[in-house]
């Protein structure tokens, strides 16, 4: 059990390594951000990686909603992108990739298999290869390092002490040319990128994604799923490529929305609520409105992580308030997965999501028109709270 540092009230809703709580990071927001933010630089200093966003003088990168300007010799946020005495390239140098892949055979197990062609036969013939779930293939499951946020939360914390200390003979350097000729197996139906987060990458990847549908489409090789795991904070110009690609090959976009409250979204994930929501609704926006092309497999779906004591009603009525919105603006599905929260990395003091709570935020999700809900990690949800 945690106390809030601002109002002094404790609670075992109320995570260590935050110290404010929820009522506190809505009714005084600096004051409770002042705390939050000190916490993180702590963190992030044992990493050696930026405690802040850099804002130069250097050079500026423009991949995502951070917009670092990064200094001489110094990185930005995300860990990846690398100021070289003046010139910009990933930490790994030009032609590598800071990754892993594995098969991941189908029915795949990712946010979105509750409507992957794979598992479900939406778009047959066209985006999957078989009616009912495609047994013998496997989705190719490539997981990046480095992420533009930072969440107290995160299930996959591990790979920002993987590029902390960057060694040029780690088993996470990858060539692009290797990526491509993985995807391009016979029994690989889909690519997907996740992570930490594509976005770092995005770039290179959405060129690496054009050369493996081409190959895919002269080899007679398709389908050939591209699809994205992402927190939706890259470059609008980035995301309409992500989003194309996804589109024409029986992709799946799939935007993790943290929070709704600016205040809220930066304790979890150090990142600028207010720009966030601002680059979570344009993006959002882009995706639904090519999502019109192809309605028989939706292309944008979006995942809320139920956080205890911060995630709350408030949150996902206004989530999902805002995707309803697009529902009706462009006449599509876009569908909703809420996952149930397991304590992790520095929020391990948390307990798992609560089955009332899940079956709040379901309800909400509802009422607010949202037509197709679902539910990931459902194991965990019990009587916790």
Request: proline share 7%; charged share 25%; net charge positive.
């Amino acid at each position: 059990m945690s106390r809030c540092t601002i109002c002094g009230r404790s609670s075992r809703l109320i995570a260590d390594s935050l110290s404010v709580c929820l009522e506190c990071l809505r009714r005084r927001p600096s004051d409770s951000l002042l705390v939050v933010r000190e916490k993180r630089r702590s963190w992030r200093k044992k990493l050696g990686l930026p405690s802040e966003k850099p804002r130069g003088p250097g050079l500026p990168c423009r991949i995502c909603i951070n917009e670092c300007i990064i200094p001489s010799n110094a990185r930005g946020y995300c860990g990846i992108w690398v100021n070289r005495s003046g010139r910009l390239e990933p930490l790994t140098g030009h032609g590598v990739l800071a990754m892993y892949a594995y098969l991941d055979p189908h029915p795949t197990n990712c946010v979105a298999g509750h409507l992957c062609p794979a598992n479900t036969s939406r778009g047959y013939p066209e985006y999957t290869f078989t009616r009912g779930v495609e047994y013998g293939y496997s989705n190719l499951a490539v997981f990046m390092l480095g992420c533009p946020l930072d969440c107290a939360f995160c299930q996959n914390w591990q790979h920002k002490t993987e590029i902390s200390d960057w060694k040029p003979g780690i088993m996470y350097r990858w060539l692009p040319e290797n990526l491509v000729e993985k995807a391009l197996a016979l029994d690989v139906s889909c690519v997907c990128y996740f992570g930490g987060d594509p976005t770092p990458h995005s770039p290179i990847l959405v060129s690496l994604s054009r050369r493996i549908l081409e190959k895919a489409r002269e080899k007679g090789n398709l389908p050939k799923r591209i699809c994205w795991e992402t927190d939706g904070l890259v470059n609008p110009s980035i995301m309409k490529q992500m989003a194309r690609l996804s589109l024409e090959s029986g992709g799946i976009v799939k935007i993790d929305w943290k929070a709704w409250t600016p205040s809220v979204y930066e304790a979890l994930t150090g990142v600028d609520g207010s720009k966030a929501q601002e680059r979570l609704r344009v993006n959002s926006d882009i995706v639904a409105s090519m999502a019109r092309e192809r309605p028989e497999v939706p292309l944008l779906v979006i995942s809320i992580l139920l956080v205890p004591g911060y995630v709350d009603d408030v949150e996902v009525d206004g989530i999902t308030s805002y995707i309803s919105t697009l529902i009706d603006k462009y006449n599509v599905d876009i569908p909703v997965v809420f996952l149930a929260f397991h304590g992790e990395h520095l929020m391990r003091d948390l307990p798992p999501t609560s089955r009332r709570h899940m079956d709040r935020a379901v309800s909400i999700a509802r009422k607010n028109g949202i037509r197709e809900v679902y539910i990931g990690n459902e194991w965990l949800l019990g009587p916790y709270y």
